[in-house]
């Protein structure tokens, strides 16, 4: 992975020498071991063989970073609110003064006399000794810290020498910070070696706090209630005595947008009210006040409609033309003004899709009458349109182009609102039978009626099915042209009755926009925005008042969740749903046609396209990802939008985490300003689908250190999800593999593990096969048996050979293999990985395969049947054997009967290919090898195939395994 830029945002903070501290510990510290796999460790959970580590593994995965992260951020944030507000306890302002001024002191620093200039410097030594106090979990030493002081003073010295100067510090003080802040291990000050030094009490008394915190919150179901942060305490001061920490929980719901703006609300209640906001986990908002704020869903509700309906009901951009509907996301909630018509006009991309004809090619003979066509709509329409007849690259030309020339910035806003009402009428028209739209469609009759007898009318429609004809929207253009003050001249031009451009001219264009906007909006209901959204906030929020419905029959179920369903389930109405081909057996009404949703589902669909990664991303799936614990909220903006680019999982790369922001805040922008985020991809259909998407995944939990989930997008993510990686949609091999859900510290063999197969795929498949699909294969006969590993590798093999790679004819050459990846393969083959567990012996093989090089040294001129020869003809003569003598026998076979018998045939069969006269090989006949080989093989039928020699698919692998290793083997 390529260096990660990883900074702060210290105005997340409001006390200067904090946000000092802040950003030198992040971007001078932290940035410097984000990579290093010395760091990636696990701080609290993982998975275990050692017994002794039973207890972490009952517990939620923490990367040791992340530990670090959130225990130093949730600290600096109390303390930052008491600074800033002195008044709040003013005894611990009083302490922390005492002790700064009291201890050592920044000798670089201007203003030494300022306690709150030199606090920055002692906050930046905390922070550093609380980088180190878990480092045995780094280093491997005794959790108690005996004998291990030199483990961390290399540990230390390797990364931060230069840092330790620049705090005035030691490993010596680096290691009483350590033990002091872990109670269990206070008493090694007693017997340590180490001089005690009683200028850390401030350092030591900081660790001790982030890392409480930061412990209690890594344990989803640990509840720091108000009595514990009560027994919280730094320099031997409560911190909490006259206010105290309270928080509002959150439900876990699939109303993620929703919750995601809700905390932005409640937030704003907390501060408006006298609280003072700490920090978010996914499940609830912590704040420090005298006493408890009321969070009354209606005022919740109320806050968040006011600024749903200031800030996020722009519906130009969603709305979408097709050749058969006008989609418009929210139009539940938000009236579809003239204005809003008039913005639509103003974009380009909305324009072509409004004037976007059948592909169908124009036929030759009708260029002509298109060509005054193109006049009239070009003279018209002054450059925001021009028609043009000129085919694109080698395709002939197609209606579909004659429309594309919409200019990218449209100078006249009121004629291009004319092509959306008139596309509009041709769309929704059948609906309405009264005023302007009567009119538009009697003309567009009217124009339809000349096909017959008009070259111009005949060369737009001739292509056109007749009942889609009127729909046409290569007529629009020549509608508007017949509206203008020259209609009669463009009439007389293409050929058509004046008439027209006197029934064109009499269209009330304002009235039109009116018509139009009250049938768009003829859905729209403010109440019942409302309405929905306080029922959507009383979900989240989790009062008891929360009114359960009476359960519909099936039929009338919303398809998300069951609610009585309202509306029709077209895509307008949902997010990452599009057809009843993609809707798995998680929708409740899946196999029923004309399913419904409800109100509550609109908004929420709404309002995810208002806050995901651009309006076009959607998905069934969501890479749902938060971080484990006490937020700090990573502002992945840079990773996000380059996601947000890519529509397909496969252009995802683990290289492009090239800067990560860590802070509190919430960002500023488009993006989503929860404590999580969610990315939108498709339902994998395949295995190759399902291993991209979760390669992917799986290397966003790596580099970024959050706790990654890949879910169906309207299920509820998991708040108490103890791995750090989930996989839980369309996983196909992923969960016979064992690998479905991962622990942090397995992460990195997981990604090697795939990381080997994918390069396997890579040189093993056919021109005709992209890696995925190959990786897919080799992973489903890997589940079955293992060995077939080899058959792979004998594939890369045999591609050389090919490929005349291998220096066939010449006996100098060899076949290039990577030997890391042989490594890996024998031991996968034999271990097994994840829930696979190992097969063959592959010691066995490989023993064989150097006894027969000794007897039969291999060359490049060697076919693969002599290659495989020795371990065909045993395993042919033992089947063979078996079969003649102990047909249908029960009772245990003794193979060592057989020595002899394989023995003689593979004598044989050296002695005929060494006697050859044209034989160009080195034979070599030695009884005791050919004894050794013929045990051995032996023995490997005995233990790893219970005394019968494979057949099938399994006799094919092992034959590929003795003949990769026959090659390859040193």
């Not at 408006?272 to 006040?289: E, F, N």
């Not at 451009?501 to 269209?507: D, H, L, P, R």
């Not at 395969?849 to 045993?874: C, H, K, N, T, V």
């Amino acid at each position: 992975m390529e260096e990660t830029n990883v900074r702060a945002d210290p105005k997340q903070y409001r006390e200067p020498s904090v946000q000092s501290a802040y950003q030198w510990f992040v971007e001078k510290v932290v940035a410097r071991i984000w990579n290093e796999e010395d760091w990636n460790q696990t701080a609290k959970g993982g998975e275990w063989e050692d017994p002794s580590r039973a207890s972490w593994e009952r517990k939620y995965d923490l990367p040791y970073i992340g530990h670090i992260l959130s225990g130093a951020q949730c600290a600096l944030k109390i303390l930052d609110t008491f600074l800033s507000n002195p008044a709040m306890n003013p005894d611990l302002i009083e302490r922390i003064k005492n002790r700064v001024e009291r201890g050592p002191t920044d000798p670089s620093a201007d203003g030494r006399g300022d306690w709150r200039l030199q606090l920055s410097f002692r906050l930046k030594r905390a922070l550093l000794g609380y980088l180190f106090h878990d480092y045995v979990k780094l280093t491997g030493d005794d959790y108690r810290m005996k004998d291990s002081r030199d483990s961390l003073s290399d540990l230390v010295n390797m990364y931060f020498h230069d840092t330790l100067s620049e705090v005035s510090m030691s490993t010596d003080d680096i290691y009483q910070i350590a033990f002091s802040t872990e109670e269990d291990t206070k008493f090694n000050a007693l017997s340590s070696r180490v001089q005690v030094n009683p200028m850390l009490t401030f350092e030591s008394g900081f660790s001790s706090l982030a890392d409480k915190i930061s412990s209690k919150f890594a344990e989803p179901l640990n509840i720091a209630s108000d009595q514990w942060f009560r027994s919280l305490k730094f320099l031997e001061v409560n911190l909490f005595t006259d206010y105290s920490v309270f928080k509002t929980p959150l439900g876990s719901t699939y109303f993620v947008a929703v919750t995601d703006l809700l905390r932005n609300t409640v937030v704003e209640i907390i501060s408006s009210s006298g609280g003072h906001y700490l920090w978010s986990t996914p499940d609830a908002i912590y704040y420090i006040a005298r006493s408890r704020i009321s969070i009354e869903p209606e005022k919740v509700a109320e806050s968040l409609a006011e600024y749903i309906s200031g800030q996020m009901m722009e519906i130009a951009d969603s709305i979408e033309f097709t050749d058969r509907r006008i989609n418009i996301p929210g139009k539940q909630m938000v009236y579809i003004t003239e204005e809003v018509l008039r913005e639509v006009a103003g974009k380009p991309e909305k324009l072509k899709q409004a004037l976007r004809p059948e592909d169908k090619p124009v036929p030759q003979d009708a260029m002509e009458a298109l060509a005054r066509y193109r006049d009239v709509v070009n003279r018209e329409f002054k450059g925001d349109l021009e028609v043009s007849l000129t085919p694109r690259g080698s395709k002939p030309l197609s209606y579909r182009n004659l429309t594309e020339g919409v200019s990218d910035l449209i100078s006249d806003t009121e004629k291009m609102k004319k092509v959306i009402l008139i596309r509009i009428v041709q769309l929704i028209g059948s609906q309405v039978r009264e005023g302007e739209f009567e009119k538009v469609k009697e003309l567009l009759d009217s124009l339809c009626s000349l096909e017959g007898g008009n070259a111009v009318i005949n060369a737009l429609l001739r292509e056109t099915k007749e009942v889609n004809k009127r729909k046409n929207p290569l007529l629009i253009p020549l509608v508007v042209a017949l509206s203008g003050l020259d209609g009669k001249a463009v009439a007389a031009e293409i050929g058509i009755p004046d008439d027209l451009a006197v029934q064109a001219s009499g269209i009330d264009w304002h009235a039109l926009a009116a018509e139009v906007s009250r049938e768009l909006s003829s859905e729209t209901s403010e109440t019942g925005f409302k309405d929905n959204l306080l029922k959507i906030v009383r979900i989240i929020l989790g009062p008891s008042s929360v009114d359960l419905p009476d359960v519909p029959d099936k039929r009338n179920m919303s398809m998300i969740d069951g609610y009585p369903g309202e509306t029709e389930a077209i895509k307008e109405n949902l997010y990452g749903l599009r057809t009843n081909a993609i809707f798995t057996n998680r929708v409740v009404t899946s196999a029923i046609q004309n399913s419904l949703v409800d109100g509550r589902y609109v908004l929420e669909s709404f309002l995810r396209k208002k806050l995901g990664l651009g309006e076009s991303r959607e998905g069934s799936v969501f890479v749902f990802f938060d971080f484990p614990g006490p937020i700090p909220f990573f502002d992945l903006y840079r990773i996000l939008n380059y996601l947000a680019s890519n529509q397909k999982a496969e252009n995802w790369a683990a290289e492009r985490i090239d800067e990560i922001v860590v802070s509190l805040r919430r960002r500023k922008g488009p993006l989503r300003q929860d404590t999580s985020y969610f990315l939108a991809v498709d339902q994998p259909e395949t295995t190759s689908d399902a291993l991209r998407l979760y390669e992917e995944a799986i290397r966003l939990a790596s580099g970024t250190k959050l706790r990654v989930q890949v879910i169906d997008s309207h299920s509820p993510p998991a708040l108490q999800q103890r791995e750090i990686f989930n996989y839980a949609v369309n996983n196909f091999v992923l969960d016979e593999l064992g690998i479905s859900r991962v622990r942090y510290n397995k992460l990195q063999e997981v990604l090697a593990f795939l990381e080997d197969i994918g390069f396997l795929a890579n040189i093993s498949r056919s021109s005709s096969k992209n890696r995925y699909d190959q990786e897919a294969e080799i992973l489903r006969e890997f589940i079955r048996e293992p060995i077939s590993l080899f058959s792979y590798c004998m594939d890369a093999v045999r591609s050389q050979e090919n490929r005349g790679e291998s220096g066939r004819g010449s006996s100098s050459r060899r076949f290039r293999f990577p030997p890391h990846l042989k490594a890996k393969v024998e031991l996968y083959a034999e271990r097994g990985f994840g829930g696979v567990k190992g097969g063959v012996s592959v010691e066995s093989v490989k023993k064989l395969a150097r006894i027969a090089r000794e007897l039969w040294p291999p060359r490049f001129d060697m076919s693969g049947s002599q290659r495989s020869w020795m371990l065909r003809e045993s395993l042919d003569v033992l089947e063979k054997a078996l079969s003649e003598t102990v047909v249908g026998a029960k009772e245990k076979v003794d193979l060592g009967n057989y020595l002899e018998f394989v023995e003689g045939h593979l004598y044989k069969g050296l002695q005929a290919e060494r006697d050859k006269p044209d034989s160009k090989h080195y034979v070599r006949l030695d009884s005791e090898k050919i004894r050794e080989f013929s045990r051995t093989f032996l023995e490997m039928i005995e233990k790893d195939f219970h005394g019968r020699p494979p057949t099938g698919n399994m006799k094919s692998y092992l034959i590929d395994a003795f003949e990769f290793e026959y090659v390859m083997g040193e």
